[in-house]
């Protein structure tokens, strides 16, 4: 690098909309080994007003060029995801530093082809799993593995959003399965890494993918949309640990109760909450041995918050928690985590829930 700070150029810059603004701008703002040099948006006259909003040198529409610019070095892909494949593998050519939203493509075969170019190149690659920094998640993924419950025996996980089967026009395309943002693999993919990363790796999953909501309204324009996209997922099966889990994903229209996930083990219990999705909203964990008769409140120790105070509460935490990992990483030639060989273990797994639903039989997972 030619500065002693890592210059950003971020795709998905529109300072008025979209999800950089809650997350990866509070998040890269306030963290000082980075600055943003470039945005890059769909349109020029947007490009040119997050430059000023944000006090960057660089706008840029075209995201080609952006990539390609010698004043950056990690380019920070924050878009829908079927955009992600080809700006992601144009980085790469560039041979530039590469944070990718989560899913990583909109399908098996495109994160395939990401993380094999990804491969072939020196430089890091990082996919936008959140949770994977939370807090409160380090710290149960810790107890677990120190013993705190003894011998895992199994688990249950449940995620209810509410108000995502109503859209907003721009969002349309949501609606299409193809599109590669679905309960499935947005508040699934999310959820399940996280249930991996505490609990251990699935082995064997039994699964079954439904569209319970066949149409949306678009509410801006009174309009009516057919929905291939699923909304709800039942999941069950064994890890690699010999223990059995069970899970429910849904998009719901009312009222959703939230993320859950409880760990039960031979010497006590964990179970972790949020009122949305864990990798955005605010985590608390609690937990008790076979002796207490109830469970009590943890929080994690000062080892797992990596960032500073001037990050703002909410969504960018762990946003920013992922782009301190990844400094460190760059500056100190360490391995990238999360990874795109971790976000392709990840679509294997959806790809798995799928053919499971889809063919009715359990499908093990290598």
């Known amino acids: 690098m030619a500065s002693d700070k890592i210059r950003v150029g971020l795709i998905g810059a529109n300072p008025t909309a979209g999800f950089a603004p809650r997350t990866h701008l509070p998040a890269l703002l306030n963290l000082p080994e980075y600055e943003i040099v470039a945005v890059c948006t769909s349109k020029p006259e947007t490009a040119k007003a997050a430059a000023s909003h944000f006090n960057v040198p660089l706008a840029f529409h075209e995201y080609e060029k952006m990539v390609s610019h010698p004043d950056v070095d990690l380019v920070d892909v924050c878009v829908r995801a079927p955009l992600h494949h080809q700006m992601v593998l144009a980085a790469i050519e560039s041979d530039k530093h590469v944070f990718c939203e989560w899913p990583l493509g909109i399908n098996l075969h495109e994160a395939e082809e990401m993380a094999a170019k990804s491969r072939a190149s020196n430089k890091a690659h990082m996919v936008g799993l959140q949770g994977q920094y939370d807090p409160n998640l380090l710290y149960m993924k810790d107890l677990v593995s120190t013993g705190y419950i003894g011998k895992i025996l199994s688990c249950n996980m449940k995620l209810f959003v509410a108000g995502r089967i109503h859209l907003e026009s721009p969002d349309i395309w949501e609606a299409d399965r193809k599109n590669g943002a679905s309960a499935l693999s947005i508040g699934g993919g999310h959820s399940l ?18 569209v319970q909501t066949k149409q949306r309204k678009v509410w801006d324009i009174n309009k009516l949309v057919d929905v291939t996209s699923p909304d709800h997922i039942l999941m069950h099966g064994s890890l690699i ?126």
């Not at 890494?193 to 439904?210: A, N, P, R, T, Y």
């Not at 109830?294 to 990596?306: K, S």
């Open 193 to 210: 890494d996280v249930l991996e990363m505490c609990v251990g790796k699935f082995s064997e999953i039994s699964c079954q993918v439904s």
């Open 241 to 366: 640990n010999d223990a059995v889990f069970s899970a429910t994903v849904a998009y719901i229209p009312w009222h959703g109760s939230g993320w859950e996930l409880e760990i039960y083990g031979s010497e006590g219990m964990l179970v972790a909450t949020s009122h949305g999705y864990p990798q955005l909203s605010p985590v608390s964990l609690k937990g008790g041995k076979a002796s207490d008769k109830t469970l009590a409140p943890m929080f994690a120790p000062d080892q797992f918050n990596w960032i500073p105070e001037t990050v703002p509460n909410g969504e960018a935490v762990n946003v920013a928690q992922l782009f301190r990992s990844l400094s460190n990483s760059i500056v100190n030639n360490k391995p990238v985590h999360p990874d795109f060989e971790h976000a392709l273990r990840m679509h294997r797994v959806l790809d798995a829930i799928e053919q499971s639903s889809d063919t009715g039989l359990r499908q093990v997972i290598s």
